[in-house]
């Protein structure tokens, strides 16, 4: 069995805002989020979205970018239909143009950019004219990294990680004369993502297996000094956001497109809160929640995550919390629809 191993975290070592290697003090300034998403799929990935817009409204976090690591352009046109209507245009998006073909689908909402209302009219407005000059999600991850301040940028990775990698991959160009893996390790502060299995159990994680050779480049390239917390399924198992409670909560209108995507679309399929987890933790910090302790993670060639405690490793995953805490992280994200009425 072949084993992609992720080494152990070395001192942080900050560097300037341009090649150089100049030390620079730690960044402790609002959080810098970039989310990496599969929308179109699972709804969890509105409220991951929706809760950023909200941080931001509270100066709680800045929000650089979203990369659609899910295929199409109609995937890329729903990231526009919601930083439109929660008043955010101006966030640049990325699209996977060479990414996964047919990745499982379980709530199809990519019609979300074309839902009209009964006189034919579009609910919705966008901000981008033309999908197709979208910059690569990779791309747009070297723009974004090497304007910021050094080890300063979280990333939210709640889909695949077909950007991800792909930017791993990647060479110098017009935004940086670095490597991708020295500008994310110049530029990152951590990694949240929304995957592995830990604990007892080891199996197959979905979103590293639908891509198996995206992740194994990913946790090859990954550097070993760059922190990465997981935020495994059963986290968000048991946050359950119930459709007839999505509905009841967004009372001041029909036109709102997570409304419209639970009115639409059969949403009670068991659909948890399991991307607001990496979100959440990404801005409100680990006090949030119950962590593991450090240690190192190992791929595997049947996508299993295997965790071995090391004191100096740069890995850790969210533990499940008390019925207490799952009723406050679901109402963290209710809180977030409801302050957006208009």
Known sequence: MTLIAIATLATFGATSCSDSNEPQPPYTDTPLIILETDIGSSTDDLFALELLYRYEQLHQCKLLGVVVDRM???????????????????????????????????????????????????????????????????????????????????????????????LLASGPDEYSSLSGVELVRKKVKCLYIMGGVFGKSVEPDFNLAQGISFAQEFFKLWPADVDMVFSPMEVGQDVEYKPAQVIADINWTDAHPIKQVYTRCDCNTGQMMWDPMAVINAVEGDDAFSLSQRGTVEFTDKAETIFTPDAAGNCRYQLPGSNAWRAAMLEKIRTATIAFKK
């Open 72 to 166: 199409g352009e109609q995937c890329a046109a729903a990231a526009d239909v919601m930083n439109t209507y929660f008043g955010r245009p101006d966030v640049p998006i990325g699209l996977v143009r060479n990414g996964i073909p047919s990745p499982k689908v379980w709530i199809d909402y990519s019609a979300l950019p074309t839902y009209a209302d009964a006189n034919g009219n579009l609910l919705f407005h966008r901000s981008v004219a033309d999908y197709s000059t979208l910059p690569d999600g990779w791309q747009l991850y070297r723009r974004l990294l090497a304007a910021q301040p050094d080890r300063s940028v979280s990333i939210c990775s709640i889909g695949f990680v077909t950007s991800l990698s792909q």
